[in-house]
């Protein structure tokens, strides 16, 4: 079922309102339509890369569905008085999208993660969830001169999902770059999704992603993202004087 959906511009970037259960229907919707949709999940980091970068902000501003990932995102948004409702994280309406491929029987193929990362993932996923159908999976660490053959090899599989994991930006100018030329009906840019369902990196516990901390959680357990993190504060103070 297709919806109307509102969107709320921060620092620019139109991001959808939409809570976890909407972006699902819509993602189902663009499943079973008949031309090949996008969807992004950006964060504050990627916010703030648009503002810098012109072709960042079109092409976020071109997705089909653009989620509210990141806390930050939805603090903006109170900031500003918006409308987006919830936190939508990739990887949970990556979870969602995969609970109704399987039930479908709609296939998926993962490009992203360290070489065997992919295929652990698949793995894992036909085991969470039961009756899962692996279009096929490549590994993220490919030179430009190959992207041909991991088009063709797309195709050949032919999916009716791809989760491209390349990590942010990458993905999304991936997904920009060829989107026309892959035949499946929803590609999405989901950054480190495919290292959880292979378990080498852990989500953080519920109570974290309830209080808003999954942040605080990952900083822990990855304190060489620090440089990186730095840019939340500076986009909260950016929106702040927006
Ligand atoms: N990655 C990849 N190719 C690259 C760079 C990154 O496949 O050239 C993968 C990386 O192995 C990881 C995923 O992209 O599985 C997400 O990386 P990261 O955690 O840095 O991105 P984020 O999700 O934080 O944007």
Redesign the pocket.
């Known amino acids: 079922m297709r919806q109307m959906k509102k969107k709320s511009k921060i620092l620019n970037v139109a991001i959808d309102a939409v809570t976890n259960k909407e972006a699902l229907e819509i993602a189902i919707g663009y499943i079973e339509s008949s031309s090949t949709k996008k969807i992004y999940t950006p964060n504050p980091?990627i916010v703030m890369m648009a503002q810098t970068n012109d072709s960042i902000m079109r092409l976020l501003n071109e997705g089909d569905l653009v989620v509210p990932d990141g806390i930050g995102i939805i603090v903006a948004s109170k900031i500003k008085k918006l409308e987006l409702k919830e936190r939508v994280a990739g990887v949970d309406l990556v979870d969602n999208i995969l609970k109704f491929c399987a039930k479908e029987k709609k296939s998926f193929f993962i490009l992203?993660?360290?070489p065997g990362?992919a295929e652990l993932a698949c793995e894992k996923i036909k085991e969470l969830h039961v009756g899962s159908v692996v279009a096929g999976y490549f590994?993220?660490?490919f030179k430009e001169t190959e992207d041909e053959k991991i088009l063709r090899k797309i195709n050949d599989a032919e999916p009716d999902v791809v989760f491209v994991?390349?990590?942010?930006p990458?993905?999304e100018i991936w997904i920009d770059k060829y989107h026309k030329e892959i035949h499946c009906k929803l590609i999405m840019g989901v950054?480190?999704s495919?290292?959880i369902y292979a378990g080498t990196v852990k989500r953080a516990p519920q109570i974290f992603i309830n209080l808003g901390l999954e942040w605080f959680y990952r900083l822990i357990k990855e304190p060489w993202r620090f440089k990186r993190m730095l840019v939340l504060p500076r986009f909260l103070i950016k929106v702040l004087f927006s």
């Open positions: 980091e992203g993660g360290k990362i590994h993220g660490y994991c390349l990590g942010a990458k993905q950054g480190g495919v290292d």
